[in-house]
């Protein structure tokens, strides 16, 4: 690799019967193409991850509430960050403050990151038929509660004493199902790919510029008590993290670009989501290629196959778990922990102080 100031990364996973999101269910997009739906990960999320796998103190967010007197009613509002990059995960996450009556202040997340998607349309993707969801009294039905109640003009009424439900079931000739179902609980499974580009130019500079600030005086004040030095970088004057944060910043962030995992998937679809390959290098154009799906026409039905291109200009890391899947592939069980060191030797050599 030159002394491009960009690392590109792209990571290949399997994910088996999982979810990624549990808000509303397993999210998904079409692909246009083929036509199938496309379970994915945010890019959000996947960020959020990686912040989360830094182990390291967060910094403490304000969340804003307003309550309404005349209606009684409390309203959540946007929740502010302290801008501090003190922290690492607003150095390294990035975030915004805009108040009334109050200056903005903005910096943009060094880490450029993909939703982690399907490595081609016929490699991963939602199942079919879905799975529904089961709550059961049938193995304990006395230590269950059962609880119904009386629905008027659509409005929920008194509830029923044990003698008026037994009334109605004799005299409707009717039962209770002993089993309640939560319907269409989609999952995810296949082979999943996401990409990380990081920006080593404001890895660990904040800029100084007071037309686009990134920082409020007096955190600005703080960060030059803390040996923040002044410096420049291709955006202008900036203040630059000293070196020996740096340092013990750069292995926990390598660390967790590598070894990430979804933690708000549920108990009962846990996936370990482990990693097949890594591909690293400093040029988009090669990493695209590096790690990808390719179609097959020697077959009667339309199918795709994982390939793991070690032409391309990149460094690859591939794990012993490729062979399940790449015919060919030869793993090594260190691949993760050398492509971690290969992050931190990339981020460590950069001349922060001297870029220009």
Request: proline residues 5%.
């Amino acid at each position: 690799m030159n002394n491009s100031p960009f690392i590109y990364l792209r990571g290949l996973r399997h994910a088996e019967h999982t979810v990624f999101g549990v808000n509303d269910g397993q999210k998904f997009y079409y692909d246009p193409q083929f036509g199938r739906k496309m379970a994915y990960s945010s890019g959000q999320q996947v960020k959020r991850s990686i912040i989360e796998a830094l182990d390291m103190p967060f910094a403490a967010i304000t969340f804003n509430w307003e309550i309404d007197k005349k209606e009684n009613k409390a309203n959540q509002k946007e929740p502010h960050s302290p801008c501090d990059p003190t922290y690492s995960d607003q150095l390294l996450g990035g975030y915004m403050k805009a108040e009334s009556g109050n200056m903005t202040v903005k910096r943009r997340s060094p880490l450029s990151i993909s939703a982690m998607r399907p490595l081609h349309p016929l490699l991963g993707g939602i199942e079919n038929p879905t799975e529904n969801l089961t709550f059961d009294r049938t193995s304990h039905p006395d230590d269950h509660d059962v609880k119904v109640y009386w629905l008027e003009n659509k409005k929920r009424g008194n509830e029923l004493s044990t003698e008026e439900l037994d009334e109605w079931l004799t005299t409707n000739r009717r039962s209770l199902p002993n089993r309640a179902f939560i319907q269409d609980q989609t999952r995810a499974s296949g082979l999943f790919v996401y990409d990380i580009a990081i920006d080593l130019r404001t890895l660990f500079c904040v800029s100084t510029n007071k037309l686009e600030p990134e920082l409020f005086p007096e955190i600005e004040e703080k960060l030059r008590n803390e040996g923040w030095v002044d410096g420049k970088n291709i955006f202008g004057s900036c203040l630059i993290c000293p070196k020996d944060k740096r340092e013990s910043i750069i292995p926990a962030l390598a660390k967790a670009i590598v070894n990430w995992r979804i933690t708000s998937n549920q108990a009962r679809t846990f996936s370990l989501m482990e990693t097949v390959a890594i591909a690293i290098s400093d040029n988009a154009n090669q990493i695209a290629y590096a790690i990808r799906g390719e179609l097959r026409d020697d077959t009667e039905r339309q199918q795709a196959v994982p390939k793991i291109d070690e032409t391309a200009k990149a460094d690859f890391f591939i794990t012993p778990i490729a062979s399940s899947f790449i015919v060919g592939s030869v793993g090594s069980a260190d691949a993760i922990e050398s492509a971690e060191q290969k992050l931190i030797d990339l981020m460590m050599a950069f001349p922060y102080e001297n870029q220009l």
